[in-house]
C-alpha cells in the first residue's frame, strides 16, 4: 500500500473557545439537533447510555465472529478503495497506521474549530447506532474529548466525496492518536500535548476503528 508523508499546514489565529455552559447533558441515543451542534463548540457533557453501550458491543462483536471466520472484510483485512483485492497489514495497529497515513495530505490553514468539534459530535452520534463495528472505547474517547476543549487541527483543503471527508477526518482521528496538531482552550500545540493538557490519552485504534472514523 502507498504511504505518504503529512504535509506542514499554515497556523491560523487561534479561535478562542467559549467557557462551559450549563447545559443537560447531551443523550447518545436521542436524535441530533442543530442546536447541539452549535453547543459542541464548547466542553460537551455528552451521555452514554447502556442501549448505546449495548449495540455498539453487539456490532463489535458481530464483527470479531465473521473475522474468526477468515472472510475478507473491507478495512480490517483488505486494502482500501482500488486496492480492495489486495489483503491488509499484518497486525490490526499497523492496519490502522496505514488507513490514515495516506490521508494524511490536508494543505492550507486549519478549519474553525467550532465546526470541527461539531463535525466529531456527529461522528460521535452516528458511531453510536452501532452499525459500524466499531470498538466501544472509540464512542468514549469521542465523549471524552467533547468533554474538554480539545479540538483537532484539521487542514481546510482535502478530500470530500461519496465515501466520507476522508483527510479532514484522517487528521481528526490522528490528532486523537496524539499526532498532528491540536488545539486546547484555542492554543495550537502537538497533539500529544494538547491530549496531556485536557487530561485525555491517545486513543488506539484498529483497521476497522480507523476506517469507521473517517468513513
Known sequence: MVRTMTTPIDTPTPTPMPAPAAEPTLDLAAPLRRADLRRAAGPLAVGVGDDVRDRVAVGRAFL????????????????????????????????????????GAGQGPDLDLRLVRAALLVRTWSLARGVSGVSPHVVDALVAMLATTFTPAVPRLGSVGASGDLIPLGAAAQALRGRGNAYVDGVRMPAADALAAAGLRPLPLDGRDALALVN
Do not use: S
Open 64 to 103: 470479531r465472529t465473521v473475522l474468526g471466520d477468515d472472510r475478507a472484510v473491507y478495512g480490517a483485512t483488505t486494502g482500501f478503495g482500488a486496492l480492495v483485492g489486495f489483503a491488509g497489514r499484518d497486525t490490526e495497529a499497523d492496519q490502522a497506521d496505514n488507513t490514515l497515513a495516506h490521508l
